[in-house]
Nanobody, 125 residues
Framework: QVELVESGGGLVQTGGSLRLTCVASGRILTNYSMGWFRQSPGNEREFVAAVGWRDGARTRYADSVRGRFVISRDNALNAAILQMDNLKPEDTGDYYC?????????????????WGRGTRVTVSS
């Protein structure tokens, strides 16, 4: 059983930065691809970014965050990291970490097997 725990959310002003961390327990995540999704009230969960397994060389981003967010993995910590810079009010939402076994970097929530409980990000204007 894989347990994912997110941290690092909070309140920040427009243009600010936050660093989200997703730490896994129960299994080593080297052979898992990792993704970040977000959801705001009244909206469906949407893809933010994903990183491939092992060395994390493969990455994928939503158009809305490309150039502002960077996803990476720290295999020593068994974690995935989302560095978010130049935040905008539309980035506000609950951010969820997810893991799927395998090499492919996918943007579909249904493709992920394990989910964290989320961390809230609020960007004030």
């Amino acid at each position: 059983q894989v347990e994912l725990v997110e941290s690092g959310g909070g309140l920040v002003q427009t243009g600010g930065s936050l660093r989200l961390t997703c730490v896994a327990s129960g299994r080593i995540l080297t052979n898992y691809s990792m993704g970040w999704f977000r959801q705001s009230p009244g909206n469906e969960r949407e893809f933010v970014a994903a990183v491939g397994w092992r060395d994390g060389a493969r990455t994928r981003y939503a158009d809305s965050v490309r150039g502002r967010f960077v996803i990476s993995r720290d295999n020593a910590l068994n974690a995935a990291i989302l560095q978010m810079d130049n935040l905008k009010p539309e980035d506000t939402g609950d951010y969820y970490c997810a893991a799927r076994l395998g090499v492919w970097v996918v943007n579909l929530p249904d493709e992920y097997d394990h989910w964290g409980r989320g961390t809230r990000v609020t960007v004030s204007s």
